[in-house]
Every structure is written in structure tokens, then in C-alpha cells.
């Protein structure tokens, strides 16, 4: 069965410093996520794309905060200047689009676990 | 705004039935899902329900909305150990948006 794929699955960088975490989402969905879980809290939406362009975002998703699909296949977040509280798991998901189907359910990854020092 | 809520901890004997419960506040939702996390791993979609259905069945899983209640349950027939992993409810609203959000999981451990 298709899946979506992360990488790397655990990321240690300083604070300060930057981060890119990728994905590649499966390979005929054209709606893409992320999310995150901070540890013992709620898994939090952060961000849609569609279309080559940001469908929503949360308030958590701020001007520290950039996606990209750089090619065909990748899907990555950006975090220009990580900050201690940026610490957790970081979900990509994807969804196909069908037309007059409005419910495409989104697939996770496995998630990658940054660690901010 | 929206806000959806489980019990953490759910411990059955296996064999048992297991029935873990959500609620959620926004009255606009269309549809709920229920994703499981096995240690490690990401969320795996179990099902889904649309908002104008009362209860879906595959295999040992049931779903039973209660709309009015705003209300879902998910019952996992003939639990297995295997079936040990937190269980997650989520609810995407109405209109074009299809941000999910989620409840804080209900971890089911099941019991020899």
C-alpha cells in the first residue's frame, strides 16, 4: 500500500539554527499537511497546500514557518530560527483530490521527532 | 472554536469489546475519523463517518455517531493485543477547509 515517507526520523539541531524536515507524500495526492505533536499534547494542524500554494494555515504557523515542493515528488517545512518550544513530532499527510468527493481522508507519516537544544 | 475530547486510558481484557468515546463541539463538523498510532509510527486511518450517518461498520470496527450528543464512539469488536496503541478522534468542519483537528488520543492497552 502507498505511504507517505518522512525524513530524517529524528532531527537534533541548536537553537537558532535551521531546519528542514521533508516528505514525500504518496504519489497521486495533490492536497498536502503537516501537523505536529508536541509531547503530551494534542496533535495540531499547521498548514495546507494545494496547487502549489498554501490552502490554510493555523496561528501556530508563523513568518518562522515556510513549505516548498520543491520538485515533483518532496514536501518539505522550513523553520528559519528554531526555538526551544518548536520541540516535536512534525506529521506530513497527504489526500487526493476526487471531484464531487469532498472527503479525501489525509495519510500520515511516521513522523519526524525534532529535538531543539 | 473547535474542540474535541476523549478519556486518555482505556484497559479491556482480550476477547473483550473495547468502546472508546469522543466528543467535539463544532455542530458544522462533516466528517469524524478515528486514526490509531502503534508505538512509533504515525496515525494509520481506521474509518471515517460522514455527519448525516448514524453508525458504520467494517469488520470488527463500529462507528456510532450520535449528532445531536455530538457524540462518537468507536467499538472494537474481539479486542486483541495487537489492538493495543492510542486511538485518535478527529473532526474536519464544514466548507472548503479540511484542517483536521484532533483529540489527545485515548491510549487502549489490552490485557492478556
Known amino acids: 500500500e502507498p505511504e507517505v515517507t518522512q525524513t530524517p526520523s529524528h532531527q537534533v539541531t541548536q537553537m537558532g539554527q535551521e531546519v528542514i524536515l521533508r516528505c514525500v507524500p504518496i504519489?497521486?495526492?495533490?492536497?498536502f499537511y503537516w501537523y505536529r505533536q508536541i509531547l503530551g499534547q494534542k496533535v495540531e494542524f499547521l498548514v495546507s497546500f494545494y496547487n502549489n500554494e498554501i490552502s490554510e494555515k493555523s496561528e501556530i504557523f508563523d513568518d518562522q514557518f515556510s513549505v516548498e515542493r520543491p520538485d515533483g515528488s518532496n514536501f518539505t517545512l522550513k523553520i528559519r530560527s528554531t526555538k526551544l518550544e518548536d520541540s516535536a513530532m512534525y506529521f506530513c499527510?497527504?489526500?487526493?483530490?476526487?471531484?464531487?468527493?469532498?472527503?479525501?481522508?489525509?495519510?500520515f507519516g511516521d513522523g519526524t521527532r525534532l529535538s531543539i537544544l | 472554536g473547535e474542540d474535541v475530547e476523549q478519556s486518555l486510558f482505556l484497559s479491556v481484557r482480550e476477547g473483550d469489546s473495547s468502546v472508546i468515546n469522543c466528543t467535539y463541539t463544532d455542530s458544522s463538523s462533516t466528517y469524524l475519523y478515528w486514526y490509531k498510532q502503534e508505538p512509533g509510527a504515525g496515525l494509520q486511518l481506521l474509518t471515517y463517518?460522514?455527519?448525516?450517518?448514524d453508525m458504520k461498520q467494517d469488520q470488527r470496527l463500529t462507528v456510532l455517531l450520535n449528532k445531536k450528543d455530538k457524540h462518537l464512539s468507536l467499538r472494537i469488536a474481539d479486542t486483541q493485543t495487537g489492538d493495543s496503541a492510542i486511538y485518535f478522534c478527529a473532526e474536519r468542519p464544514s466548507g472548503s477547509a479540511r484542517q483536521l483537528t484532533f483529540g489527545s488520543g485515548t491510549q487502549l492497552t489490552v490485557l492478556p
Open positions: 504519489s497521486n495526492h495533490l492536497y
Open positions: 463517518i460522514f455527519s448525516n450517518m
Open positions: 499527510a497527504s489526500s487526493e483530490i476526487r471531484t464531487g468527493d469532498s472527503n479525501q481522508p489525509q495519510h
